[in-house]
């Protein structure tokens, strides 16, 4: 089948946003399917190669990419409806060229154009539609054309606010598709982690923003002196800032990490954290406004990147995680209890239940949440 996966993103770029859409797009092509991504994108003077894009995110050159110009709203309402109307004349033209199959689509607008224009559609969701009103008037134009096939949504909970504010949406049109990552890779490194081999190696991988749980780390390492914490990942201002607060000896901040080094990482990790808060912001997000909290539908790469290395997991109880997580395969700790997560980290000093749980997680990620399966269940292959 071809399919053309459209998305609004930058690429490349750190965000978890682009690194899920790359996943998926290879994750499809392993499937066996005629891929093309869609970047739906600035057009800037130096835009890196194809080759550079597929080595940054350590995918295999197995589809298509092309880029399809948007117009830059910069925050401006008018803006924001020519960025929408620019973008038609390219994304036609295209779909003539590929003639898609099917049209996958994370950028809402862009998927309601490819139905007006006769093709299949299935669109993504990571969150309810906040971003203003074309979104979510084009999303209610959407669901009535015969040319809609379903929703995807990362999280039961996510799917519950949809059948709410969507009345006219019916369950069987949702498919929830939690997150994936693709299996363990063998990597040749040792001994990555400089610490004493007798101390308990624990790691956060990911972006270090308001609600990423950061503060967790910054509350326990003082009391865990006999612990290393690494954080890994993180933009150059957000390191800058949690460096200045937490000035322990015994967490290091590895900084971004390239994807082709991070199974190395991950590895020489003991125990890893998803210590995700109450509120957690969206890439971007003002932090004074609340309605970009995304810590109830949330479904984070981390938590399935941990699962496929086996690693013993200790998680933050909330609602969401636990659509994926259980004890058998984590310990879960309210978000601001810092001393139920030292009483956790406590706990996997026993090597033993590490390994077990470790594997019971692995288990469940190859059951479950590769990419490929993700892939499988989102196109009902």
Same mark, same amino acid.
């Given at each position: ?26 994750? #499809? ?33 197995? #589809? ?40 996958? =689509? ?20 990571? #969150? ?61 490194? @040792? ?43 993180g933009l150059e201002e957000d390191i800058r800032k949690w460096k200045g607060k937490i000035m322990e000896k015994n967490v ?15 590895? =020489? ?46 998680? @933050? ?47 469940? #990620? ?16």
């Amino acid at each position: 089948m071809k399919v053309l996966y459209l998305s609004k993103t930058s690429i490349p770029s750190r965000t978890a946003n682009s690194l899920h859409v790359m996943k998926m797009c290879q994750a #499809f092509a392993q499937n066996q399917h005629d891929v093309c991504f869609g970047i739906l994108t600035e057009k800037k003077q130096n835009q890196a190669s194809d080759s550079d894009i597929f080595h940054h995110y350590a995918v295999r050159d197995c #589809f298509k990419i092309r880029h399809i110009p948007v117009y830059p709203d910069n925050g401006k309402k008018l803006r924001f409806l020519f960025s929408h109307l620019f973008v038609i004349p390219y994304l036609l033209n295209t779909l003539r060229k590929i003639r898609p199959d099917i049209v996958y =689509g994370r950028d809402i607008f862009s998927c309601y154009v490819a139905a007006c224009a006769g093709y299949p559609v299935i669109a993504e969701s990571h #969150f309810p539609l906040w971003h203003g009103k074309v979104a979510s008037v084009a999303f209610t134009r959407l669901i009535k054309r015969k040319e809609f096939k379903r929703l995807v949504v990362i999280s039961e909970a996510l799917r519950k606010v949809y059948l709410k504010q969507y009345p006219e949406l019916s369950s069987e049109q949702i498919t929830v598709a939690h997150d994936g990552a693709d299996p363990a890779a063998t990597t040749e490194t @040792s001994n990555l982690f400089s610490g004493s081999l007798e101390k308990l190696q624990v790691g956060y991988i990911g972006h270090l923003y308001p609600g990423k749980g950061v503060e967790v780390i910054a509350a326990i390492a003082s009391r865990l002196k006999d612990v290393d914490f690494h954080i890994i990942g993180g933009l150059e201002e957000d390191i800058r800032k949690w460096k200045g607060k937490i000035m322990e000896k015994n967490v290091v901040f590895h900084g971004f990490i390239q994807q082709d080094k991070l199974p190395a990482y991950l590895h =020489g990790l003991d125990v890893c954290l998803l210590p995700n808060q109450y509120k957690v912001l969206a890439h971007g997000a003002d932090p004074a406004r609340a309605t970009k909290n995304i810590s109830q539908f949330t479904s984070p790469l981390k938590m399935f990147e941990y699962m496929a290395y086996g690693k013993a997991i200790i998680a @933050s109880d909330l609602p969401v995680l636990r659509e994926v997580l259980h004890e058998d395969v984590a310990i879960l700790v309210k978000p601001d209890d810092y001393s139920g997560w030292i009483i956790a980290i406590d706990r996997f000093r026993d090597v033993g239940m590490r390994k077990k749980m470790g594997m019971e997680a692995q288990r469940l #990620f190859l059951k479950k949440y590769t990419w490929q399966k993700r892939a499988g269940l989102v196109l009902g292959d």
